[in-house]
């Protein structure tokens, strides 16, 4: 609809006035002195679209490049230029009366007086909730947030019907931002499964209820000494050889390991221990060993005599910690030591380097280490030597510890796919988001990309993506589509419907205002003057006085609207006659008058026009009449119209004006009126 009428058109004569002249018309911006005189007297008001070359036109002008220098705009003025609309301080106000002035301009030539109503392109701006969730915090989550939901050791890495993830993102999101602020967002990754995780828990043995009688068995424990062919396990209820034979590294363990080993329980030489078939590292620690058993000569014999009767029939002997103070008479393949007023002889099993690297034949030490079995004569069934896997000499660790690792236990396997969510901070706590449709990272996948979109990605694919998801869009719904568009970031796009396509709301608007040449200059002037001749069916009296008929037909009944149609009575307009007929004579013939005084109907039938309808019709016929930033003068529309009073013979026909000043979104506020003799009061 258009934004303003004006009494008269651009005269012919002046347009080819002006094509006549237009090879020289650049002196006039840039030839000092060089005056173009008016063409046409007549020229008054004339409407013009600004195109893509005359923002390029605006962009070249000096006086526009010194203006934008001034302010340090000179890359906003260019890039006005290049996409064809005002930004930031490159204001419509301040630069169009530069291109006006300038021969670029076709009527630049307009004499004082005339007006101009401009259509021009104005970046805003998108909507606030795109720029709120571009701010979005984008967070993936982490293991411990799936051990929240499921719990340390079984868990699973997805949500599932029993665990949606509805009833856990917000607990999940409030511990990762603990300082959210009130219309945050946060898009959030995740993982879902259709079925529940079926969670098949290891029963863990703990050592003190290992029997060497081939049963299998699963320990959960640390590696708190290393020998040649196996490693010594301690939980906290004992320790046990782990014995995997010649086929041991031992350079790949160390004192800490937590190791979860499954194998059967036997024994060797009377000590227990474990034939593993399995066995995994979860963690690691810095082991802290117990305080070790101090051996006496009497108590050296005593275990050798233990492991050596546990040799000879069908139990086993835990490992036990102890330390001793020995000599030691071979170190080679063999390493053994006297313990002083022992009966029996010390060995240590299965020795590595490490442990040969700190200690001397003939030497006396003290050492702290597991004794774990016993070798016995095969005639006599006697103790031979007490076996001992040794973790330090004089204070000096054989085997160093390993570095931390924590515990991760091992997600259960599900089938999964990957999900999202939007949600918002209400300033108590995270809620889903409905105000964006959300992309999910299924649908990405399924346009072509991984992950996420492109801003320019998502501008090529999501038109098409719109119309197969939305398929029964009316004409001009509008949806707001929130993607992601990185590793760590968000996006949101608005897309109105135009009845075929979706469009990309770009943040530009197309806006209209009103400038006036006044004594040479042009002079921003959002003023609208309107006059409405009492000529029938005329093109200015249908726009401005049909709404009103609609309107009085709608919500305050038939009884006021003539037998045509055309006409209503509760305000006196017509759309037929191009007037306002305040005549009491005929109102009176209209079922709603019937009971009202005579002497007051003409005065409420005005009160009506300037109060309800007219006001009305304006904000129909200029839907962006608004306050303007920046510019503080009232702004202004007069109506003049014709008014009909039959009762008056001598004079039916007078001419009267009203005027409104624009309060805000289409709000109109009577300020003057012929009708009630000239301003209007508070």
């Known amino acids: 609809m258009k934004q303003n009428i004006f009494n008269v058109l651009l005269a012919c004569g002046a347009v080819a006035a002006l094509s006549a002249c237009s090879e020289n018309s650049w002196n006039k911006d840039y030839l000092d002195g060089f005056e173009v005189p008016p063409v046409n007297s007549e020229v008054k008001a004339t409407e013009y679209t600004m195109t893509a070359d005359d923002y390029k036109a605006l962009a070249d002008l000096i006086s526009a490049k010194d203006a934008a220098a001034e302010t340090g705009d000179e890359k906003t003025l260019a890039n006005v ?14 630069y169009v009366p530069m291109f006006l002035s300038s021969s670029s301009f076709p009527y630049f030539v307009a004499n004082d007086g005339s007006t101009v109503l401009l259509t021009y392109k104005q970046s805003v701006g998108l909507p606030e909730i795109c720029n709120e969730i571009y701010k979005a915090s984008v967070y993936t989550l982490t293991n411990d947030d799936y051990k929240s939901v499921w719990g340390e050791t079984n868990y699973a890495l997805a949500f599932s019907p029993s665990c949606p993830a509805a009833s856990y993102l917000p607990m999940i999101l409030t511990k990762q931002y603990p300082g959210a602020e009130s219309g945050q967002y946060a898009l959030v990754n995740f993982n879902v499964s259709d079925k529940d ?15 060497p009688n081939s049963a299998s068995y699963t320990l959960d424990g640390y590696v708190t000494a290393i020998c040649k062919q196996g490693y010594i396990l301690s939980d906290n209820t004992g320790s046990v050889l782990i014995y ?10 160390l004192i800490g390991m937590r190791m979860q080993v499954s194998g059967k329980g036997s024994k060797y030489n009377g000590g227990l221990q474990i034939s593993p078939s399995d066995e995994i590292e979860i963690a690691a620690v810095t082991y802290n060993y117990p305080s070790p058993e101090t051996l006496t000569a009497a108590s050296f014999d005593a275990y050798a005599l233990q492991y050596a009767e546990a040799n000879n029939n069908s139990t086993g002997i835990a490992a036990k910690y102890v330390k001793a103070d020995v000599t030691f008479t071979s170190v080679g393949n063999y390493v053994n030591f006297k313990f002083d007023g022992a009966t029996y002889t010390g060995s240590a099993y299965q020795a590595t380097d490490p442990l040969k690297a700190l200690i001397e034949n003939n030497k006396s030490y003290t050492i702290e280490g597991y004794v774990m079995s016993a070798n016995t004569d095969r005639t006599t069934k006697a103790p031979t030597y007490l076996n001992f896997i040794i973790t330090s000499v004089n204070g000096k660790a054989v085997y160093g510890n390993a570095p931390e690792k924590p515990f991760e236990a091992a997600p259960v396997d599900v089938e999964k796919f990957a999900d999202n969510a939007l949600y918002k901070f209400d300033g108590t706590k995270w809620v889903a988001s409905t105000e964006a449709y959300l992309i999910s990272p299924m649908q990405i996948k399924e346009m072509g ?3 996420s979109l492109s801003k320019t990605n998502a501008a090529r694919v999501l038109p098409i993506f719109m119309k197969q998801t939305f398929p029964y869009a009316a004409e001009g719904d509008a949806k707001y589509i929130a993607y992601q568009s990185g590793a760590k970031y968000a996006n949101c796009d608005q897309y109105v419907y135009n009845g075929s396509e979706w469009i990309l709301n770009n943040g530009v608007e197309v806006k209209t205002g009103q400038w006036a040449r006044i004594k040479g200059d042009w002079i921003f002037n959002p003023d609208v003057t309107i006059s409405i001749p009492a000529v029938r069916n005329s093109e200015i009296g249908t726009q401005i006085y049909k709404p009103i008929v609609d309107w009085v037909k709608a919500n305050k009944g038939t009884g006021y609207i003539d037998s045509y149609g055309n006409s209503e009575f509760y305000s006196g307009a017509s759309y037929y006659y191009c007037n306002v007929n305040v005549s ?3 109102a009176m013939g209209y079922s709603p008058w019937a009971n009202t005084p005579e002497n007051e109907i003409q005065n409420q039938m005005k009160h009506n026009f300037l109060y309800e309808t007219l006001p009305y019709s304006l904000k129909e016929n200029y839907p962006n009449a608004n306050l303007i930033d920046g510019y503080t003068d009232p702004i202004i529309y007069e109506v003049s119209y014709v008014t ?14 009203v005027r409104y000043e624009v309060t805000g979104p289409g709000q109109f ?5 012929t009708w009630l003799g000239g301003k209007v009061s508070e």
């Open 244 to 253: 995997y034979g010649s086929s041991f590294d031992a350079s790949k363990y």
């Open 644 to 657: 009909y009073d039959n009762g008056k013979p001598e004079n039916q026909n007078t001419n009267d004006t």
């Open 669 to 673: 506020k009577l300020i003057y009126s």
């Open 81 to 94: 230029g290049e996409n064809g609309y005002f930004m930031g301080n490159i204001t419509a106000q301040k």
């Open 197 to 211: 995780p079926e969670f098949n828990p290891v029963q863990i043995t703990p050592v003190k209820d290992v029997t």
């Open 584 to 586: 009491v004579k005929t």
């Open 449 to 451: 990309y991984s992950g």
